[in-house]
């Protein structure tokens, strides 16, 4: 299995071609449009800012090949982010696979919430195969200021100041705000269920 991780400048994306390389799965880290197409998965990781990274893609014109992927997908971290609809980060348009906005977090009370959000949490409401083996017990950990608002794309939520979209899925695509990386055996299993879709 050829897995390509889409390279757009962002940060973190070593750490997931090693997750991988523990998986066994094969992953190439690529802007070349014809490479990713052709992959049976592909990835889409990142730490980041969100206007950046879509000038970046358009540079490339992965803005365009993006939502044509026909492959199972994931999106993690920037790279959820990056698949809404628009992000209150640089007022950015960004991909709109999810027709979801990207709002940034206002702590109500700064002394109990932090922004970013940096830390573990649990996973609830989950429903996917992405999920199979996990149930509200599982923690990932994340490392965000900005959230995907819920809709009917989530697949977990995680509470953080709000409820918010944790993971989502639409079609081929999926997608995850925390870093599977990052989240030990859990973050681990997500990726291996991903690997198995």
Not at 34 to 60: C, N, T
Not at 89 to 103: H, Q, R
Not at 134 to 145: C, I, Q
Request: aromatic share 10%.
């Amino acid at each position: 299995m050829q897995v390509a991780i889409i390279k757009y400048n962002a940060g973190n994306v070593q750490s997931v071609l090693y997750a991988l390389e523990r998986l066994g799965a094969e992953a190439v880290l690529t802007d070349d449009l014809e490479a990713i197409s052709k992959a049976d998965k592909v990835i889409f990781p990142g730490q980041g800012e969100a206007s950046s990274a879509m000038r970046y893609l358009k540079e490339k014109k992965l803005d365009k090949l993006i939502p044509q992927l026909k492959q199972d997908f994931f999106g993690v971290c920037l790279g959820q982010q990056l698949l809404c609809a628009h992000s209150e980060e640089g007022n950015t348009e960004c991909l709109g696979v999810f027709p979801v906005e990207v709002k940034k977090f206002k702590p109500e009370n700064s002394a109990d919430f932090k922004v970013p959000h940096i830390g573990w949490n649990n996973l609830e409401n989950l429903k996917s195969p992405l999920l199979e083996g996990l149930d509200d017990t599982a923690f990932v950990y994340y490392v965000h200021s900005y959230y995907c608002e819920l809709s009917e794309f989530s697949i977990a939520s995680t509470d953080y100041i709000l409820p918010f979209s944790a993971l989502m899925h639409k079609a081929n695509f999926y997608a995850m705000q925390a870093h599977p990386e990052k989240s030990g055996l859990v973050g681990e299993k997500i990726l291996r269920n991903f690997l198995e879709l």
